[in-house]
């Protein structure tokens, strides 16, 4: 049996371990694995890599992909690259393809596995923890420690200036990154986008922290988080090849009217990319490897058309289809958690 395995969309610590468990499970039942480079670029211009339990034994800690990223969308351009997508998984002699993504590239393994029986199996990955199919998913934890680890360090500038500090996080339209992120740096308050921003509330919670002694506030707000009755910020770029807006500005603006409206010396800081680069977190190195192994087992036993998944802590299988890619939005029950502190 051969198996093509490929990483597309936005990159995120936890694709080698993947990876690595995938070509090790296919490898203990005598199956190759091919590496098909950036995504659905690497199917439509013939790029690969060979992949052997030898060449991925040490990638586990390591981030990004071996295997390169990109946002590429076959249906974009439906008679070249369809046509030749299928020529080149045909050219390999593949049986299967895995197919590790979010919600755009797995949207397209679901319509390639609908519109052409295209034999596929489905690992969801992202920082953004926003893909309905699955409570968690790797990448996720990871992005939630550098936040930590960062927002600790702006703690101690913003603490001797006795500032008020806003940090943007990424997450798009789910606010998981911001709120997991903001509850552990014990933030002031944390903005999310399924929570229209309450300035006068924000304001307040800020001030009477000042009055209770408080010299300095943390405000986490999610790159997606947006005023009542307006659209998140977006940064003004051309839309990637899937309709996506480049999200951001939100925390800059909002440090601008919490400055306005208390006088307290306020800065903003993106995180941006730093979000999902370096070594994934321990949990997200076992997350990844046990998707990995369950789909590789999906695949030895030809049960295409599935995606792995993880359900009370268990890794199930669930067939491909629109729900997996489902927008999961933030549960409020932690945002109601988080903001017991918003007072
Ligand atoms: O989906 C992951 C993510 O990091 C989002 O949180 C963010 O909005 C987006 O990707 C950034 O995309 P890019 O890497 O294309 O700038």
């Not at 992120?181 to 006068?200: K, M, N």
Request: glycine share 12%.
């Amino acid at each position: 049996m051969r198996v093509g395995l490929l990483t597309g969309g936005g990159d995120c610590p936890g694709l080698n371990a993947v990876i690595r468990a995938v070509v090790q499970q296919l490898s203990n039942e005598s199956a190759t694995a091919l590496g098909i480079l950036e995504g659905w670029r690497g199917l439509v211009h013939n790029l690969t890599m060979p992949l052997s339990p030898a060449t991925t034994e040490g990638i586990i800690a390591q981030g990004g992909s071996i295997l390169g990223a990109s946002r590429t969308n076959p249906y974009r351009n439906p008679d070249t690259d369809l046509t030749a997508l299928r020529e080149n998984f045909a050219r390999h002699e593949l049986d299967a393809l895995v197919v590790i993504g979010g919600d755009d590239t797995l949207g397209v393994a679901i319509r390639l596995h609908n519109d052409f029986q295209m034999p596929i199996v489905g690992i969801p990955k992202t920082i953004d923890n926003d893909l309905m199919a699955t409570d968690f998913s790797f990448g996720f934890d990871t992005a939630i420690n550098i936040v930590t680890e960062a927002v600790d360090r702006i703690r101690t500038t913003t603490e001797s200036h006795r500032r008020v500090v806003v940090v943007e996080t990424m997450g798009r339209h789910s606010g998981w990154i911001a709120c997991f992120s903001g509850i552990a740096v014990g933030a002031d308050y944390i903005l999310v986008p399924e929570v229209p921003i309450d300035l006068p509330h924000l304001i307040s919670a800020l001030r009477s922290h000042r009055a209770a002694g408080k010299k300095y506030g943390v405000v986490i707000a999610a790159e997606g988080a947006r005023f009542p009755d307006q659209g998140p910020l977006t940064l003004g770029h051309d839309p990637d090849s899937f309709g996506n807006p480049r999200l951001g500005g939100i925390g800059a603006v909002v440090a601008e009217a919490i400055s306005r409206h208390t006088g307290f010396e306020t800065r903003s800081v993106a995180l941006g990319h730093l979000q999902r680069g370096g070594s994934p977190s321990a949990s997200d190195r076992i997350l990844a490897t046990r998707m990995g192994l369950a789909a590789g087992r999906l695949v030895l036993q030809r049960k295409m058309g599935t995606v792995v998944a993880v359900v009370d802590g268990h890794i199930v299988e669930t067939k491909m289809g629109e729900h997996v890619v489902a927008a999961k939005t933030l549960d409020l029950t932690y945002y109601d958690e988080a903001a017991a502190f918003f007072r």
